[in-house]
């Protein structure tokens, strides 16, 4: 019997999570003169896009926020504003990602397959980085403005400066104009043509600063809140030790329950039958009978608490196997459609996570649903594992009542995975998993 | 009868040659894992072998790997595989093609001493043997539903000819004369659209085939 790998989900395949969710090192270094022109182009662009955001959310969201007290008349105005927030996040997202190659991860988790227009709002009002994205579309344009004031004196200060000497000089009676005092003197000229020198050399580092800063606001509000994901990573791993420690005493109850009391049982039957045997017959007879069949109860609860365990078949013959197994065992016709890109089995717990999901699933269809077909369906999308499970049954089910759903719910987030039950009353319910498994 | 047992528990080895050799079978080799079995097979070529499913090395499925291998290569080998569990794609796996001495039962029917032992003859002479689980499996699988057009007493009877039993056997199960039994099979082949099949043992096989979908 292999160890539960099913319950004890590798610490390790969180910790390389966190890695992978902190942000790379901002790509606009300081080196490459490049990177100026492409923070300026950036800039320029920016005050565009900013200027498109705050057209519409500038007073989207503050009427929208002044409304929703109003007998909740704002609500649909939010709705659009939240709508426009993401569409133009992603465009941000985007910007920053096609002219400086910084990559800002999507901050939202994505989002449960199948939810209805209602619940995917509700998702987006209590999702800070929805929060953080439409502050920063309000911040966008009256920062791009001064940005831009600052970029554009930047580049065009010392280009002045420098031009001087041939405009006082193609001037007839010279002196140009700059603001408290006319330049009519040439070492004026020289050391005003000067200082533009050492302004230009100092304008791509300027522009640099500025988009470094840029850069940082955006990863800010743009980005996932780290904060946010390690307290997410703490909470699911408690909730994975709970889960694994509760599945303990699980099997440490069913084995004193089940097979340990059959079995002192059947001691007991066979010393009986012992001391009978000189004086009757046909009583030790009777009882070895009932002993024998007391032996194979047990055998059987072992048995079927083994395979709770970890089923064999998992690891010899892959999901597909194991899966046609449990629907072979269900007590109403289950289809079960694995695609064979699914198979590959890259990932055991991933597997085996799946499997668990599956065998909990059909027991409460078996149990509470009163469907008479259920369909079970495994999919490999983009580093996904994607199973739904489906029963045209009366529906009603909530993860947060039945403990094996919560407890399953557990599981899965201890990988980073995604459950979702969608069980409307009068049914059918489906039931979504997501598992990410490096493909 | 001669057999070779493979069983890696050295309990259950020992039990099992005992039983057996009380049972008047010659057993004539006991090993513990795949490749001794391969080459215990080659030195005897007994009439069946029983082997675990699970065995070192890698405690997976040697023992049906083995199995299917010694069905290649010894055709008149009969092989009877024990499981701890019985899952139907490893039962479909080890009647793919024919079913002529293949058994495939839970390690607990052992329990069960006479059963164990006829179901092992059943094997050993041809025959094949097959888990009420498993079939009770393919039954529920439901690839293809028209078992409905059966009454209870002749789903039955298809379960117990699945599993390999004869007529005899079957009428014996359910406390009916031959002459019922043959009635209710000819009118579950009826039913089923199956061609009528003479021997015991081609009739496993069209039922199984019938079962499995293909």
């Known amino acids: 019997m292999e160890e539960a790998d099913v319950v004890q989900v590798e610490p390790g395949t969180a910790r390389t999570e966190v ?71 992603r465009l941000e997202r985007g910007r920053y990602r096609l002219v400086l190659g910084v990559d800002i991860p999507d901050p939202y988790p994505a989002r449960a397959p199948e939810t209805s227009a209602v619940e ?40 002045g400066a420098l031009t001087l000497p041939i405009y006082n000089w193609s001037l007839p009676h010279g002196g140009a104009n700059l603001w408290l005092f006319t330049v009519r003197t040439w070492w004026m000229t020289v050391l005003v043509f000067v200082i ?48 694994a420690e509760e599945e303990r005493r699980r099997i440490e109850r069913d084995l004193h329950d089940g097979a340990q009391q059959r079995l002192v049982a059947l001691a007991m039957q066979l010393g009986r039958a012992r001391s009978r045997f000189g004086t009757d017959p046909e009583g030790a007879r009777k009882l070895l009978d009932e002993a024998h069949s007391e032996a194979k109860l047990a055998l059987a609860e072992l048995r079927d608490l083994a395979r709770g365990l970890h089923p064999a078949v998992l690891t010899d013959r892959g999901l597909d196997a194991a899966l046609s197994g449990l629907a072979a065992r269900a007590p109403i016709p289950v289809v079960v459609e694995v695609d064979p890109a699914a198979g590959d089995r890259a990932v055991p717990v991933v597997d085996a996570i799946a499997y668990f999901v599956v065998a909990e699933a059909l027991t409460n269809v078996a149990k509470h649903s009163q469907a008479t077909r259920a369909a079970v369906v495994v999919r490999r999308l983009d580093g996904q594992l994607r199973v739904v499970v489906t029963d045209d049954g009366i529906g009603g089910a909530d993860p947060r009542l039945g403990t094996g759903l919560r407890g399953l719910a557990d599981r899965v987030s201890g990988v980073d995975g995604r459950l979702h039950v969608d069980s409307p009353a009068g049914g059918p319910t489906v039931l979504t998993v997501e598992l990410p498994c490096a493909s | 009868m001669r057999v070779v047992i493979a069983e890696d528990s050295v309990l259950l080895r020992e039990g099992l040659a005992r039983l057996l050799d009380e049972a008047g079978f010659d057993v004539v080799e006991a090993v513990a894992d795949g490749e001794q079995l391969l080459r215990s097979v080659a030195d005897h070529t007994p009439d069946v072998v029983v082997a675990d499913v699970r065995m070192p090395p ?24 024990l499981s701890q569990y019985v899952e139907e794609r490893y039962a479909t796996e080890l009647l793919a093609g024919d079913t002529k001495g293949v058994g495939y039962l839970l390690k607990d029917r052992v329990a069960d001493v006479d059963e164990f032992v006829a179901a092992l003859r059943r094997v050993g002479e041809g025959g094949a043997a097959l888990d009420p689980e498993v079939v009770s499996q393919l039954l529920l699988r439901g690839r293809r539903r028209p078992l409905d057009a059966l009454t209870p007493r002749e789903q039955e009877v298809l379960k117990l000819m699945a599993e390999g039993r004869s007529n005899g056997a079957i009428a014996a199960a359910m406390v009916v004369t031959d002459g019922a039994v043959e009635k209710h099979v000819s009118s579950i082949f009826t039913k089923l659209g199956l061609a009528p099949a003479d021997t015991d043992h081609r009739r496993v096989l069209a039922v199984l085939s019938y079962l499995d979908g293909r």
């Open chain 1, 19 to 89: 890695v992978e969710a902190t942000a790379p090192p901002p790509r606009a270094a300081l080196g490459r003169p490049a990177d100026a022109w492409l923070t300026t182009v950036n800039l320029l662009i920016g005050l565009w896009t900013g200027l498109l955001s705050f057209v519409l959310l500038g007073w989207m969201i503050p009427l929208a926020l002044a409304l929703t007290p109003l007998f909740m008349v704002g609500l649909p105005i939010l709705a659009v504003a939240l709508f426009l927030c993401r569409r133009f996040g």
């Open chain 1, 120 to 159: 995917r709002f509700r998702t987006w009002v209590r999702t800070p980085a929805s929060w953080r994205e439409a502050g920063y579309h309000l911040l966008r344009f009256p920062l791009s403005a001064v940005q831009v004031v600052l970029v554009v004196a930047a580049w065009l200060l010392p280009l």
């Open chain 1, 196 to 243: 533009g020198v050492v302004l230009l050399l100092n304008a791509p580092l300027m522009v640099r600063l500025l988009g470094i800063s840029d850069v940082a606001l955006a990863r800010r509000l743009l980005g996932p809140d780290l904060s946010a994901r390690v307290g997410e990573l703490e909470r699911s791993r408690a909730a994975v030790v709970v889960s």
């Open chain 2, 58 to 81: 890698t405690h997976t499925d040697e023992g049906l790997r083995a199995a299917l291998v010694i069905r290649k290569r010894w055709p008149a080998t009969a092989v009877l595989v």
